[in-house]
């Protein structure tokens, strides 16, 4: 049974906006940080600073996102009845917004008592989100390619969360409990369930419906759809078995092969996308296209520059070169594909609930086009590519860095602006329509 659009199960609108906007404003904390603490920030991927950073980015605007992305696509696409979704956002929401404030902040000084109380806030409020996600999306009749990968990402992130609370312990947050498990193997396995097995998982398991949708493509190869999360996810837990649970038992060699199949499968998904992309029926190029179409170039990029850190020990033995992949993936790969889809959801929700609440209104609503100027969308996305290409910049040379911050604080609060117009825009119509 393919997927349907439920659009009558949709949430209020309430539910996803309180995470979209207020994920820009983490990273314009991002942008600020790196632009202060330059030097400090990428020194190294084990300073206190780049935890901050990376975290603001990561649970701060990626996970605020993309959770209500969830809460959203999870009802219409696979039309699941989600269990008080509003309740559930009302609690989830403020969690993962102080969460994220507390981690950054704990960080950043090393006090202990924030990055346990902004671990019990993340882990709490991600395993109620999970939770209510997966017994709707096992109750629900609907099949096809994007529910069967959604599921694959809700568990990379019960996996990740999982990790990151396995982190706190073992750096002695709590006290004196202790885990027999390597550091540097469980942060690896950590940051690779992050990015690859939750957000590029979500991103691939999205992406099956709305690139075809959006960008008017055709539809990913059905034999595709399956094959790359399964290989994905695969390769994942080969990574997880090396890297945590068996080292002494299991050849390097295991690590780097399940390492390189990811890379691999990443690169395959990417490369896939972009010849859809050349392939669409419209010739029309928006700020979406854009984005989507640099997220899928720098995720190849990002493909190659791990295969390059393991293959030359030289260059993988570089504390700048080791944050060359973060940097792709996150700046890179994830803010601008979500960057992307926030331009596409927003108008069209904002549309979606419009046209329910119209009734017999006479009042002319406006089309999706006119809900963000496309000219404010196109200068933010320069922006953001001129700092992403600005943070690539200093990992060679490090005085950058002040000039990648500012641009990103001011991509960031650009994105924030857009964001707000289209609420407004939201507002001054929903007005109109009682």
């Given amino acids: 049974m393919a997927p349907i659009l439920s659009f009558e199960q949709a949430p209020p609108i309430s539910v996803p906006y309180r995470f979209f906007l207020t994920a820009p404003l983490f990273g314009v904390a991002a942008g600020v940080l790196l632009a202060v603490l330059a030097g400090d920030a990428l020194q190294s991927r084990w300073t206190p600073a780049t935890f901050a950073l990376t975290h603001l980015i990561t649970v701060g605007f990626m996970l605020q996102t993309m959770c209500g992305s969830l809460l959203q696509f999870v009802a219409v696409v696979a039309g699941a009845n989600v269990w008080r979704p509003k309740l559930v956002a009302g609690v989830v929401h403020p969690a993962l917004t102080l969460g994220g404030i507390l981690l950054a902040a704990g960080f950043l000084s090393w006090q202990p008592l924030l990055i346990k109380v902004a671990s019990m806030l993340l882990v709490g409020s991600i395993l109620l989100l999970v939770g209510v996600l997966a017994v709707s999306m096992l109750r629900t009749?609907?099949?096809?390619?994007s529910i069967r990968v959604l599921r694959l990402a809700l568990l990379g992130l019960f996996f990740t969360i999982t990790l990151g609370a396995a982190l706190t312990v073992k750096l002695g947050f709590?006290?004196?409990?202790?885990l027999a498990l390597p550091l540097v193997e469980l942060v690896n396995v950590h940051a690779a369930w992050g990015l690859g097995g939750w957000a590029l998982m979500l991103v691939i398991g999205v992406s099956y419906m709305v690139v075809p949708m959006f960008q008017l493509t055709p539809n990913y190869p059905r034999w595709l759809t399956w094959t790359l999360p399964a290989a994905l996810f695969a390769a994942l837990c080969a990574w997880s078995v090396q890297g945590v649970v068996g080292l002494a038992k299991v050849p390097p060699a295991w690590q780097l092969g399940a390492g390189i199949g990811g890379a691999a499968v990443a690169a395959c998904y990417a490369g896939t996308t972009l010849w859809l992309q050349s392939r669409r029926r419209r010739r029309h190029t928006d700020s979406t296209f854009l984005l989507w179409r640099g997220a899928m170039l720098s995720l190849i990029a990002f493909a190659l520059a791990w295969v390059a850190l393991e293959a030359l020990p030289r260059f993988g033995q570089n504390a700048r070169a080791q944050l060359l992949p973060a940097a792709l993936a996150l700046a890179g790969v994830f803010v601008s594909v979500i960057t992307g889809m926030l331009y596409k959801i927003m108008p069209f929700l904002n549309?979606?609930?419009?046209?329910?609440?119209?009734g017999a209104s006479d009042t002319k609503l406006p089309n999706v086009k006119q809900m963000i100027s496309e000219g404010s969308m196109r200068r933010q996305t320069l922006v953001h590519f001129g700092a992403t290409?600005?943070?690539?910049g200093a990992l060679a040379w490090p005085?950058?860095?002040?000039?990648?911050?500012?641009?990103?604080?001011?991509?960031?609060?650009?994105?924030?602006w857009n964001l707000v117009s289209a609420t407004r825009v939201y507002v001054r119509y929903a007005g109109d329509s009682r």
């Fill in 141 to 145: 009749p609907a099949r096809g390619a």
């Fill in 174 to 178: 709590f006290g004196n409990a202790q």
């Fill in 351 to 358: 549309w979606l609930h419009l046209q329910q609440r119209r």
């Fill in 389 to 392: 290409a600005l943070l690539l």
């Fill in 399 to 416: 005085p950058l860095a002040v000039a990648a911050g500012l641009g990103f604080a001011v991509s960031f609060a650009w994105l924030q």
